[in-house]
Every structure is written in C-alpha cells, then in structure tokens.
Nanobody, 117 residues
Framework: QVQLVESGGGLVQAGGSLRLSCAASGSIFGIAALGWYRQAPGKQRELVATITSGGTTNYADSVKGRFTISRGNAKNTVYLQMNSLKPEDTAVYYC???????????WGQGTQVTVSS
C-alpha cells in the first residue's frame, strides 16, 4: 500500500502564495507519476499539474505560469508552488500517485486552499 500525507493548505489573500507538499510512503517503488488535482464545491475534480518519473510536467491552462510542480530529491515527495493565487483557485487539493504496480492509483486525503478576494 501507499500512504500519502499532504500539507501546506490554508487561507491566503488574492495575489498571495502557498506551497503544498505531498509525501508518499509504503510501497513507493514503481512510481510513474505524481500529481495535484483539485475540487471546488459543486464541481468535478480536475487536474492541476502532474510530473512523471522522467520529470515531464503538465499543467492545466488555468494555472500555467502561476503554479509549479516539482519533486523532492527522494522522488517520493511532490510539491506544488502556487503564486498569484486567485479566488477561483479555492478548492480542496488532492495529491495523486500513479504506479506501475498495484495499487496503481492512490489519492491523498486532500488539503483545503482558500483564496480571499
């Protein structure tokens, strides 16, 4: 099994910054990709950013140029640096790990990000 611990959410004013962290433990071998997703009230969960084991990144158009995803040196930690935050970024942010072995997908418990105008 894979366990994920997220941290770094909170309340920030528009234009501010937050950094989310997600640390994976347990069966962390074979991690193919790490990612951040978010879900706002009444909306579906959506992709924010992903990073593969090879370092390739992908971002939602709505966060390009403002958010940066990166991995820690141990490769089992993923960060999301969020700058120039907007009220529409308010959501619960979830970390996701994709592995080449079962369990193929593991989600974190989520961390709340609230951006006030």
């Amino acid at each position: 099994q894979v366990q994920l611990v997220e941290s770094g959410g909170g309340l920030v004013q528009a234009g501010g910054s937050l950094r989310l962290s997600c640390a994976a433990s347990g069966s962390i071998f074979g991690i193919a990709a790490l990612g951040w997703y978010r879900q706002a009230p009444g909306k579906q969960r959506e992709l924010v950013a992903t990073i593969t084991s090879g370092g390739t990144t992908n971002y939602a158009d709505s966060v390009k140029g403002r958010f940066t995803i990166s991995r820690g040196n141990a490769k089992n930690t993923v960060y999301l640096q969020m700058n120039s935050l907007k009220p529409e970024d308010t959501a619960v942010y979830y970390c996701k790990v994709e592995r080449s072995y079962y369990p193929y997908v593991t989600w974190g418990q989520g961390t709340q990000v609230t951006v006030s105008s």
